[in-house]
């Protein structure tokens, strides 16, 4: 074997950026394989995409976020920026444009990688691919013309679509941030709305997510969800594009989207939608509602005044069941992502039935040795976000040292 290393990371997005972090002050050999460049898969967002989340909330490991502008909100190319100059400080090993296609148990133990850069062993192996690996397309949108479909993923901006009215299929914050900025380009748009939450941007003058930030909420576990398939759920439809605003149905309908159901399919040279769209819309408030009291509760355990979040106003929910696609430009599947991990990982019995690795704190609970970082719900709501990120890997790096000094203990 000509190549190895201690610990190999795949993936130099955030998350595998804030554990090389910890690993390097802890003294442990290890390098980062990407198939792209660093924040690659923040590269490919589309031309006007800003954070959602306010800049001070951007916490990586041993740097938070110090410029000049705390409660706005990084454009695409300035965050790519920010984790380039992340990676530069902190002398970050990074190999780019390496590709795993395989990962498996070594020969003498540790891990084999098969990768576009040849074999290479390690110790220990961590996936930091993150959650957004394998867009989501519902089996209905293979009715539509092949021609006219574009994965989210692929948007860059409305002047690189083809001419015509646009038919975005999903209403999470992708899908919403898309229809916006295709409406501000003066583009007919159409969304076909699913179940997702929406939130104030700014409730009481003061960002959403200062609120929440001192609430129990974005502490919850998995084993506070309804079910697993529930980390998976979009995030609520916000923005922050231009200093960041509102952005959610009604919203999208005063500015000229023509909301309708699910997309049902395509028939006859028309797509068909779901009769749902009031039932997406009602979803959508009783999740405001219920995070309304989530901050009600904690404003009062503190002494703080509620602030003004109203009940939603009345909502028009007449929606046409078939539109004829012609003159239809393009159709964008905005649906969310899936994992992975299968198509690469060859360690069947790490990943559960989703297709997630078993673990805990981001320690593989079946194979020694292998760990994850910045996976949804790794430890809690945050762990897939950048608030949460860096001490994720705080905690993975010191139960990694745990494991090296049990395993030198054994050996001597």
Known sequence: MGESHDVVIVGAG????SLSHELTRDGREHVILDRGKVGQSWRTRWDSFCLVLPNWSVRL????YEGPDPDGFMPRDEFVGYLNAYAA????????????TSLERGDHGGFLLRTSAGEIAAREVVLATGGNQKPHRPASVDQLPDSMVIGAESYRSPHALPPGRVLIIGSGQTGCQIAEDLLLAGREVYVACGRAPWQLRRPGGKDIWEWLANT???NMTLADLPNPMARFAPNPQLTG???GHDLNYRTMQAAGATLVGHLRGAEDGKALFASDLADSVAFGDARYGDLREVVRKSAAAKGLPMPEMPKPPSFDAAAPESIALGGFGAAIVACGYRPDYK???RLPEALDELGLPIQRDG????????????????RKRTSATLYGVGEDA???????????????????
Do not use: K
């Not at 400080?89 to 795993?100: C, H, L, N, T, Y």
């Not at 320690?363 to 790794?378: A, D, E, I, R």
């Not at 905690?395 to 001597?412: I, K, S, Y």
């Open 14 to 17: 955030q998350a595998g950026l």
């Open 61 to 64: 490991a041993g740097q938070a």
């Open 89 to 100: 400080a902190f002398r970050v090993p990074i190999r780019e444009g390496v590709s795993v």
């Open 216 to 218: 129990d909420f974005l």
């Open 241 to 243: 594009r231009d200093g």
């Open 343 to 345: 198509t690469w990982v």
């Open 363 to 378: 320690c593989s609970t079946v194979v020694p040795g292998l760990y994850v970082v910045g996976m949804p719900f790794q």
């Open 394 to 412: 705080q905690v993975l790096a010191e139960m990694m040292a745990a494991r090296v000094m049990a395993l030198n203990h054994w050996d001597g």
